[in-house]
């Protein structure tokens, strides 16, 4: 063998050792079988870069109609420890006993959120008010009674606060409700001795060719994102839900919406034969199924246009009860009020 087929025969051993051990290291780190690096591939076998993630496929969510389902959990049992101070709680405090709060101030009416209940906005007659941690103390009386009110805005029930414990994070107490009467409607709760009343249901019926219409859309929307995948490759699961609803439009003349909670929340308006969106948001791909769960759409503060209430967890370890409002007869929406919140962590 001469030195030139010597040197050749040198080379093509490194390089086979090099391969091996590239193979070994790769193997190491997955659970499938390595392709050695120095095997030769026909052309024809080299899978497309498309192939690396699932194909998509067209959109075949069901979309169902009315708010996400709701059960009210029971209460927790009581607990005695306390850490931290009446206006700061740490976690496990338990809501203060009666006579230790002054209730001057407190506004007339009150919203709770969906369970573990902490405030989430006032109404003061005129317009809703935002309410933060100031509001926890205050609002956290053993025995106070609520009224619950369904997806539509109509009550439902009754309840009577009989416990709750603190949470350090956001120094709230979250309340436990009893139902009284009746059922817990959607979760969300207005204090008994409010002045606010039911305003008429907001729910229209849409014909069948406007919920064709509207799925339409949401098909060209989800064209327009990547599709979503697991890390075992299936599709991403996605529980669309949609409430259809009037609105005054500022001339005594009703305007059709609809918002559809999911993965996403998107609110249209239906102009002529057509529907459009007006809002637009889209969860991380780390959220559930139900990132915007729809909890209610009625007439909070009584101005004609409905509010959207919507509770909202994308699984990053928080969540909050957020109010959706217009305040230009549904040419635009944004969330204006939210919950003292909590955490799923």
Do not use: K
């Amino acid at each position: 063998m001469n030195a030139s087929s010597r040197a050749l025969v040198a080379l093509w051993a490194a390089n086979t050792v090099l391969c091996v051990a590239a193979g070994y290291a790769v193997g190491s780190r997955t659970t499938q079988s390595p392709t050695p690096c120095c095997a030769s591939r026909a052309p024809s076998a080299v899978a497309p870069a498309s192939a690396a993630q699932p194909a998509a496929a067209p959109s075949t969510t069901t979309l169902v109609e009315g708010a996400s389902p709701w059960t009210e959990p029971a209460p927790s049992q009581p607990n005695a420890r306390r850490h931290g101070t009446l206006e700061r709680p740490t976690t496990g405090d338990p809501i203060p006993p009666e006579g230790t709060r002054a209730r001057a101030g407190m506004p007339a009416t009150r919203w709770l959120g969906r369970a573990p209940h902490v405030p989430l906005a006032a109404w003061n007659g005129r317009a809703l008010e935002y309410v933060g941690e100031n509001s926890c103390l205050l609002w956290s009386i053993r025995g106070a009674r609520w009224r619950s009110v369904d997806a539509w805005g109509q009550f439902a029930g009754r309840a009577t606060t009989v416990g709750g414990e603190g949470y350090d994070v956001t120094g709230c107490y979250e309340l436990d409700l009893a139902i009284t009467e009746g059922s817990a409607g959607a979760g969300i709760y207005v204090n008994a001795d409010s002045p606010w009343t039911p305003p008429a249901t907001a729910r229209f019926e849409p014909t069948s060719a406007q919920q064709a219409q509207l799925q339409q859309l949401l098909a060209r929307y989800d064209a327009l994102h990547a599709e979503r995948f697991n890390v075992d490759g299936a599709r991403q699961r996605d529980d669309r839900r949609v409430m259809y609803f009037s609105a005054n439009d500022g001339n005594g003349q009703p305007r059709r919406f609809a918002v559809v909670g999911g993965r996403s929340l998107l609110i249209a308006r239906l102009d002529g034969a057509e529907w459009r969106f007006v809002h637009q948001q889209r969860s991380s791909v780390h959220a559930g199924p139900a990132a915007f769960a729809l909890v209610a759409v009625f007439d909070m503060d009584r101005d004609g246009t409905p509010e959207i209430v919507v509770h909202h967890d994308e699984f990053d370890g928080g969540w909050d009860d957020e109010v959706f409002r217009s305040d230009d007869h549904g040419a635009s929406w944004a969330p204006t009020h939210a919950s003292v919140g909590g955490s799923t962590a």
